[in-house]
């Protein structure tokens, strides 16, 4: 199988910070890369803080309150951006299901089911995501161990069966909305994140 390369690379300043922004992909034309956004602050002679985030379109472009993403995303780029680190940003939506299957999902979880059964009603396990490309990305920039910023224990495992090491994780909790609280708890609860919904 063909390695995912690094196909791109420019520099965004944003109003977290000056980052490089690398795209990632199998095929230069694709039109959707994976992206690592590298803060120029960033020491890599240390272990580098790193946020491995699955894209969101809902939470982290239009502000969605229904999970807790896009919070997520901008507090991780305002903390990386003032102290160095990477954002990988995985183009997984909706879990690795998809962006329509994501609101077929959300048309369930509004009758009464929750994220993880209504993903598995549509015929997906409750996570489909694969963290095995933010692994070649690391290599490819060289990071031999991390801090992640993370509250879910499969990213931490996924790192720890390679040559990257996880040193440390920093946990990423946002406070609740009226809109996600269930979510969030699903997530605590049957999913195993390490969260404490009702001490945030």
Known sequence: MQAIQRQAETSIPTRFGTFSMIGYSYDSENPMPHLALVSK??????????????????????????????????????????????????????????LINKMKAYNLQDQGMNTAEANVHLGFEIDERDYGIAICILKDLKVKSVLLMTNNPDKIESLKDSSVEVVGRIPLEIKPHQENKDYLQTKQNLMGHLLDIDNI
Do not use: N, W
């Open 41 to 98: 602050k960033t020491d890599f002679d240390k272990p580098v803080l790193v946020r491995i985030h699955s894209e969101c379109m809902t939470g982290d472009v239009f502000g969605s309150l229904r999970c807790d993403c896009g919070e997520q995303l901008e507090e991780a780029l305002r903390t990386i951006g003032k102290d160095g680190g990477i954002v990988i940003y995985l183009r997984q939506e909706g879990r690795g299901i998809g």
